[in-house]
């Protein structure tokens, strides 16, 4: 099989946690934060949602963060 072979695929979708988890991922994130800040691309509020899919979905951006 050469590499035009081969199919390109594409992977969407979110990680979700327990409430009761929520302190433990809480740490997790303050432990690597300098490594979520080279994969987060963006920041947006939620008013900007549309705008945040259109980029997202065009290639325009990596990591979204959606703030209240």
């Known amino acids: 099989m050469t590499v035009h072979d081969a199919p390109e695929r594409s992977v ?5 946690f ?3 988890e929520m302190a433990v ?5 303050h432990e690597h934060r300098s490594y979520l800040g080279q994969i987060v691309t963006h920041r947006f509020g ?3 949602i549309r705008r945040v899919f259109e980029l997202f979905y065009a290639g ?4 979204v963060v959606i703030e209240q």
Do not use: A, I, Q
């Open 12 to 16: 969407l979708g979110s990680e979700y």
């Open 18 to 20: 327990r409430y009761d």
């Open 25 to 29: 991922n809480l740490v997790r994130l």
């Open 46 to 48: 939620v008013e900007d």
């Open 60 to 63: 325009e951006t990596g990591k």
